[in-house]
């Protein structure tokens, strides 16, 4: 790709809108502007000062017909989003406005942006890393407020911050270890070593902070993966209502009512869930039915949190221990269902099946618990470890897998100094974490990778 031809695209959303832009980025934005653009006073965009706001119209210079009445805003580079000369055109929203207009721009010489071209960029041209054009995307696509801080302040350059201090601690690992080759002939001291063993260490420390927001970070990118099973009729849809505050699935007193899945997207103390409702698990002759407990078995097993559902006015079933013993290696929350009934159901026997995980009472007649599950969600996904209000997480798969490696070989070159092993193997270990770091900025990463993150983008961003 040449960086240096003039890109086009539709930066807002398709459909009817107040205002629709149609951005250009390129040394011949304004030229490619100045052909298809007349202010009121009959002028071209070029005659007015930069950074200003100038009302018009968008002409078909060709045919000589008036396109739209729009605002047409100029910058010139290096002060923009992509460092380039950016244009942009705010016409009427719709469909026709912007597409004619795109049409018109792409005429007159611009080529049409690739998916997170812009951004794209910004990146190239050095106005932001590759980690906070990832966060660009991340930021687009919060689903919470908690998700859309943690973007923020990666846009800001949180974590590229973190890495490049790291990073400069192997740097300066590097320098007294190339010292010491250019100085073989002589023992290495111990202080060199004592003094690579002490950084070694606070890099491997480093790393692990990182790794440990991991979990919780993906979790807020793209949200819990959570699944509501239990037998017929125990309350799993009325769960599902009250923690959408909402009559979203059919309830009775009918078991087997919920024959398929049903998926919502809520939000849990700022907490992304993509939440699930399954159809009973149990033995059926019914033909629909039995297609929605296998459904309901495969989303089991891909969940990220089971909510396992009891009713304790019932005694338990052989269904019930079943599922027990299914979700012993799961992250689980057991709820304690009809509580505003007499208890049946054999509470210990149920306990020695489901050591380890939290059980809550819960009645969803009164309304009672629900308080409760939220809190659990909320520590299951935060571990005790990670605060609410921490906001430096590591949201980036790709990110976690370079972080990932770039721990195993810092404790791959820790162990080679422990050992005295020569500095040539220590610097090997010490080189690729300085690169493993280096992918997450963007410092050290292949072209082929920057390609697929950028695809990943909306066009016009």
Not at 135 to 147: E, N
Not at 256 to 281: C, Q, Y
């Amino acid at each position: 790709m040449y960086i240096d031809d003039t890109i086009t695209a539709i930066a807002t959303a398709p459909g009817e809108a107040g205002i629709g832009i149609v951005r250009i980025s390129g040394e011949k934005a304004l030229i490619i502007t100045d052909e298809i653009f007349e202010s009121k006073q009959g002028k071209k965009l070029s005659d007015y000062p930069v950074r200003r706001m100038t009302y018009g119209y968008i002409i078909d210079p060709d045919r000589n017909e008036k396109i739209d009445e729009v605002l047409v805003y100029y910058t010139k580079g290096p002060y923009t989003y992509t460092k380039e000369d950016v244009v942009e055109i705010n016409c009427h929203g719709g469909v026709i406005p912007v597409k004619k207009i795109l049409e018109l721009v792409l005429r007159k010489g611009a080529r049409a942006a690739e998916p997170g071209e812009f951004t794209k960029r910004a990146f190239l041209n050095g106005r932001i890393d590759l980690a906070q054009a990832e966060a660009v995307m991340d930021l687009i696509s919060a689903k919470t407020d908690k998700g859309f801080d943690v973007a923020l302040d990666q846009l800001e350059g949180a974590l590229s911050k973190k890495v490049s201090v790291t990073r400069q601690k192997l740097m300066d690992m590097l320098a007294h270890i190339e010292v010491s080759i250019d100085f073989s002939e002589e023992d290495i001291d111990e202080v060199t070593l004592d003094y690579l063993l002490h950084k070694s260490k606070e890099v491997e420390k480093d790393i692990e902070v990182l790794l440990k927001t991991a979990d919780t970070g993906k979790i807020l990118r793209e949200g819990l993966s959570t699944v509501i099973v239990g037998k017929p009729n125990v309350g799993k849809s009325s769960l599902l209502n009250a923690l959408l505050r909402e009559s979203r699935a059919i309830v009775t007193e009918v078991p087997g009512t919920t024959r398929d899945v049903i998926e919502e997207h809520l939000n849990i103390r700022g907490i992304p869930l993509k939440i699930i409702d399954t159809a009973g698990i149990r033995e059926t002759e019914d033909i629909v039915e039995k297609i929605g407990v296998e459904k309901s078995k495969e989303f089991f097993n891909k969940a990220d949190l089971i909510i396992f559902m009891l009713d304790i006015s019932t005694k338990l079933t052989k269904e019930d221990l079943q599922i027990l013993e299914l979700i012993e290696n799961k992250k689980a929350l057991i709820l304690m269902n009809k509580t505003d009934l007499p208890q049946k159901a054999d509470l210990d026997k149920a306990k020695e099946l489901i050591k380890n995980k939290k059980i809550i009472k819960i009645s969803l007649i009164e309304e009672k618990g629900l308080e409760e599950v939220e809190e659990a969600i909320e520590e299951l996904v935060y571990k005790g470890e990670i605060k609410a209000k921490d906001r430096l997480l590591v949201t980036n798969v790709r990110h976690k897998n370079s972080l990932e490696r770039a721990l195993q070989s810092m404790k791959e070159g820790t162990e080679a100094i422990e050992k005295k092993m020569p500095l040539d193997f220590v610097e090997v270990d010490v080189k690729n974490t300085w690169e493993a770091l280096g992918e997450i900025t963007g410092d050290t990463v292949a072209e082929d990778i920057i390609d697929h993150i950028f695809k990943n983008f909306c066009i016009g961003k």
